[in-house]
Protein backbone atom coordinates (compact mmCIF):
# COMPACT_ATOMS: atom_id res chain seq x y z
CA UNK A 1 0.00 0.00 0.00
CA UNK A 2 1.50 3.61 -1.04
CA UNK A 3 1.88 5.46 2.21
CA UNK A 4 0.71 9.22 2.78
CA UNK A 5 2.11 11.21 5.34
CA UNK A 6 1.49 14.89 5.72
CA UNK A 7 3.27 17.85 8.04
CA UNK A 8 3.17 19.31 9.82
CA UNK A 9 0.56 17.44 12.03
CA UNK A 10 -0.80 21.26 12.92
CA UNK A 11 -0.21 24.27 11.75
CA UNK A 12 -1.48 27.76 13.55
CA UNK A 13 -1.54 30.36 10.56
CA UNK A 14 -2.34 34.37 11.08
CA UNK A 15 -5.58 35.08 9.67
CA UNK A 16 -4.75 36.83 5.91
CA UNK A 17 -1.50 35.15 5.61
CA UNK A 18 -0.52 31.89 4.07
CA UNK A 19 -0.92 28.31 4.99
CA UNK A 20 1.35 25.66 3.49
CA UNK A 21 0.42 21.84 4.05
CA UNK A 22 2.57 19.17 2.75
CA UNK A 23 2.35 15.68 1.67
CA UNK A 24 4.80 13.00 0.65
CA UNK A 25 3.68 9.16 -0.96
CA UNK A 26 6.02 6.79 -0.40
CA UNK A 27 5.63 5.74 -4.01
CA UNK A 28 5.07 7.95 -6.99
CA UNK A 29 1.20 8.92 -7.74
CA UNK A 30 2.12 10.10 -11.24
CA UNK A 31 1.16 8.32 -14.44
CA UNK A 32 3.50 8.37 -17.29
CA UNK A 33 0.65 7.43 -19.75
CA UNK A 34 -1.06 10.81 -19.31
CA UNK A 35 0.70 12.86 -17.17
CA UNK A 36 -1.69 13.10 -14.17
CA UNK A 37 -0.57 13.27 -10.52
CA UNK A 38 -3.64 10.76 -8.84
CA UNK A 39 -3.34 12.80 -5.73
CA UNK A 40 -6.42 14.36 -3.41
CA UNK A 41 -6.79 16.88 -0.68
CA UNK A 42 -9.85 16.88 1.42
CA UNK A 43 -11.12 19.90 4.25
CA UNK A 44 -12.98 18.29 7.30
CA UNK A 45 -14.56 20.09 10.15
CA UNK A 46 -15.66 19.29 13.33
CA UNK A 47 -19.10 16.93 13.09
CA UNK A 48 -18.82 16.96 9.32
CA UNK A 49 -17.73 14.36 6.72
CA UNK A 50 -14.61 15.56 4.22
CA UNK A 51 -15.15 17.49 1.69
CA UNK A 52 -13.24 17.38 -1.56
CA UNK A 53 -11.25 20.67 -2.54
CA UNK A 54 -8.59 19.57 -5.16
CA UNK A 55 -8.28 16.42 -7.28
CA UNK A 56 -5.49 15.79 -9.78
CA UNK A 57 -3.21 17.01 -7.36
CA UNK A 58 -3.94 20.58 -8.57
CA UNK A 59 -7.62 21.02 -10.04
CA UNK A 60 -9.79 22.91 -7.67
CA UNK A 61 -13.13 21.44 -7.02
CA UNK A 62 -16.84 23.28 -8.58
CA UNK A 63 -17.14 25.59 -5.60
CA UNK A 64 -14.01 25.81 -3.79
CA UNK A 65 -12.47 29.08 -3.20
CA UNK A 66 -9.75 30.20 -5.93
CA UNK A 67 -7.54 30.82 -2.13
CA UNK A 68 -7.29 27.01 -2.33
CA UNK A 69 -4.59 25.69 -4.54
CA UNK A 70 -2.97 22.07 -5.25
CA UNK A 71 0.60 21.78 -6.12
CA UNK A 72 3.17 19.47 -6.73
CA UNK A 73 4.51 16.41 -9.01
CA UNK A 74 5.17 12.42 -8.29
CA UNK A 75 5.53 12.07 -4.08
CA UNK A 76 5.49 15.78 -3.30
CA UNK A 77 2.89 17.38 -2.98
CA UNK A 78 1.63 20.92 -1.03
CA UNK A 79 -2.08 22.69 -0.92
CA UNK A 80 -2.05 26.14 -0.21
CA UNK A 81 -4.45 29.09 1.45
CA UNK A 82 -3.43 31.85 0.17
CA UNK A 83 -5.04 34.21 2.54
CA UNK A 84 -6.08 32.48 5.83
CA UNK A 85 -9.78 32.82 6.43
CA UNK A 86 -11.53 31.85 9.67
CA UNK A 87 -13.58 29.78 8.20
CA UNK A 88 -10.79 27.03 6.90
CA UNK A 89 -10.38 26.28 10.53
CA UNK A 90 -10.43 22.47 9.69
CA UNK A 91 -8.34 19.55 9.15
CA UNK A 92 -6.82 18.59 5.91
CA UNK A 93 -5.84 14.90 4.34
CA UNK A 94 -4.48 14.28 1.33
CA UNK A 95 -5.28 11.19 -0.54
CA UNK A 96 -3.81 9.10 -3.43
CA UNK A 97 -5.94 8.02 -5.95
CA UNK A 98 -3.51 6.06 -8.01
CA UNK A 99 -4.12 2.43 -7.11
CA UNK A 100 -6.46 0.62 -5.06
CA UNK A 101 -6.05 1.10 -1.91
CA UNK A 102 -7.13 4.57 -1.92
CA UNK A 103 -4.88 5.77 1.21
CA UNK A 104 -4.89 9.26 3.13
CA UNK A 105 -2.83 11.07 5.08
CA UNK A 106 -3.05 11.69 8.64
CA UNK A 107 -4.03 14.61 8.66
CA UNK A 108 -3.21 18.13 9.23
CA UNK A 109 -4.91 20.53 11.87
CA UNK A 110 -4.95 23.96 10.95
CA UNK A 111 -5.65 26.77 13.25
CA UNK A 112 -6.01 30.07 13.48
CA UNK A 113 -2.70 32.06 15.26
CA UNK B 1 -28.60 18.68 -5.10
CA UNK B 2 -26.26 15.28 -4.42
CA UNK B 3 -27.99 13.51 -1.04
CA UNK B 4 -25.92 10.10 0.82
CA UNK B 5 -28.09 9.38 3.64
CA UNK B 6 -26.67 6.06 5.54
CA UNK B 7 -28.38 4.28 7.38
CA UNK B 8 -27.39 0.60 9.80
CA UNK B 9 -24.79 1.59 11.92
CA UNK B 10 -25.17 0.27 15.52
CA UNK B 11 -23.78 -1.78 18.38
CA UNK B 12 -22.65 -5.35 17.46
CA UNK B 13 -21.17 -8.14 19.31
CA UNK B 14 -17.89 -8.88 18.29
CA UNK B 15 -18.27 -11.78 15.30
CA UNK B 16 -21.69 -10.46 14.68
CA UNK B 17 -23.33 -9.13 11.38
CA UNK B 18 -24.70 -5.55 10.48
CA UNK B 19 -26.17 -4.39 7.14
CA UNK B 20 -25.32 -0.63 6.22
CA UNK B 21 -27.29 1.05 3.26
CA UNK B 22 -27.08 4.41 1.68
CA UNK B 23 -30.03 5.91 -0.16
CA UNK B 24 -28.81 8.18 -2.64
CA UNK B 25 -30.43 10.84 -4.77
CA UNK B 26 -30.11 14.04 -7.05
CA UNK B 27 -27.60 12.24 -9.65
CA UNK B 28 -27.91 9.22 -11.93
CA UNK B 29 -26.89 6.83 -9.55
CA UNK B 30 -25.91 4.10 -12.01
CA UNK B 31 -23.65 6.44 -13.89
CA UNK B 32 -21.40 6.47 -10.65
CA UNK B 33 -18.74 4.57 -8.71
CA UNK B 34 -19.40 4.67 -4.81
CA UNK B 35 -17.40 3.58 -2.33
CA UNK B 36 -17.41 3.27 1.30
CA UNK B 37 -14.77 5.21 3.62
CA UNK B 38 -14.53 4.63 7.30
CA UNK B 39 -12.88 7.32 10.33
CA UNK B 40 -11.36 6.33 13.42
CA UNK B 41 -9.74 8.87 16.05
CA UNK B 42 -6.44 6.11 16.13
CA UNK B 43 -6.70 4.86 12.38
CA UNK B 44 -7.92 8.20 10.25
CA UNK B 45 -9.31 7.91 7.07
CA UNK B 46 -9.83 4.35 5.43
CA UNK B 47 -11.51 2.97 2.43
CA UNK B 48 -13.37 0.03 2.93
CA UNK B 49 -14.79 -0.86 -0.29
CA UNK B 50 -15.78 0.40 -3.95
CA UNK B 51 -18.10 -0.58 -7.01
CA UNK B 52 -18.33 0.69 -10.33
CA UNK B 53 -21.68 1.72 -12.22
CA UNK B 54 -21.88 -2.24 -14.13
CA UNK B 55 -20.77 -3.96 -10.53
CA UNK B 56 -17.05 -4.71 -10.05
CA UNK B 57 -16.30 -4.24 -6.55
CA UNK B 58 -13.18 -3.98 -5.09
CA UNK B 59 -12.22 -4.35 -1.30
CA UNK B 60 -9.03 -3.56 1.01
CA UNK B 61 -7.70 -6.41 2.73
CA UNK B 62 -8.35 -6.28 5.86
CA UNK B 63 -12.41 -6.73 5.18
CA UNK B 64 -12.44 -8.92 2.51
CA UNK B 65 -14.27 -12.54 2.69
CA UNK B 66 -16.08 -10.24 5.45
CA UNK B 67 -17.93 -7.54 3.41
CA UNK B 68 -19.73 -7.91 0.50
CA UNK B 69 -20.83 -4.44 -1.01
CA UNK B 70 -23.68 -4.22 -3.89
CA UNK B 71 -26.14 -1.83 -5.30
CA UNK B 72 -29.48 -1.28 -6.40
CA UNK B 73 -29.36 0.46 -9.54
CA UNK B 74 -33.41 0.59 -9.79
CA UNK B 75 -33.62 1.76 -5.91
CA UNK B 76 -30.46 4.28 -5.88
CA UNK B 77 -29.38 2.29 -2.81
CA UNK B 78 -25.96 1.31 -1.88
CA UNK B 79 -25.82 -1.58 0.65
CA UNK B 80 -22.55 -3.21 2.91
CA UNK B 81 -23.03 -6.51 4.22
CA UNK B 82 -20.84 -6.91 7.46
CA UNK B 83 -20.09 -10.18 8.93
CA UNK B 84 -17.41 -11.33 11.62
CA UNK B 85 -17.20 -8.14 12.43
CA UNK B 86 -14.17 -7.02 15.15
CA UNK B 87 -13.26 -4.64 17.52
CA UNK B 88 -10.99 -3.00 15.25
CA UNK B 89 -14.13 -2.23 12.50
CA UNK B 90 -15.29 0.38 14.99
CA UNK B 91 -15.74 3.51 13.19
CA UNK B 92 -17.35 6.05 11.61
CA UNK B 93 -18.58 4.76 8.13
CA UNK B 94 -18.96 6.94 5.17
CA UNK B 95 -20.81 6.86 1.66
CA UNK B 96 -19.17 8.60 -0.81
CA UNK B 97 -19.40 8.74 -4.10
CA UNK B 98 -16.86 8.97 -7.11
CA UNK B 99 -16.68 11.46 -9.92
CA UNK B 100 -17.02 8.88 -13.32
CA UNK B 101 -18.75 4.94 -13.55
CA UNK B 102 -15.75 3.40 -13.21
CA UNK B 103 -14.48 4.89 -10.51
CA UNK B 104 -11.67 8.06 -10.45
CA UNK B 105 -10.60 6.97 -6.80
CA UNK B 106 -11.47 10.36 -4.70
CA UNK B 107 -14.12 11.28 -3.39
CA UNK B 108 -17.38 14.03 -4.76
CA UNK B 109 -19.70 13.86 -2.38
CA UNK B 110 -19.74 12.27 0.89
CA UNK B 111 -22.39 11.24 3.49
CA UNK B 112 -22.94 12.18 7.27
CA UNK B 113 -21.88 8.67 8.13
CA UNK B 114 -23.20 6.04 10.43
CA UNK B 115 -21.18 4.61 13.37
CA UNK B 116 -20.54 1.18 13.78
CA UNK B 117 -19.26 -0.03 16.92
CA UNK B 118 -18.25 -3.56 17.73
CA UNK B 119 -17.86 -4.29 21.81
CA UNK B 120 -19.36 -7.43 23.87
Known amino acids: DIVMTQSPDSLAVSLGERATINCKSS????????????LAWYQQKPGQPPKLLIYWASTRESGVPDRFSGSGSGTDFTLTISSLQAEDVAVYYC?????????FGQGTKLEIK | EVQLVESGGGLVQPGGSLRLSCAASGFTFSSYAMSWVRQTPGKGLEWVSA???????YYTDSVKGRFTLSRDNSKNTLSLQMTSLRAEDTAVYYC??????????????WGQGTLVTVSS
Open chain 2, 51 to 57: ITGSGNT
Open chain 2, 96 to 109: AKEAAAAGTGYFQH
Open chain 1, 27 to 38: QSVSHSSNNKNY
Open chain 1, 95 to 103: QQHFNTPNT
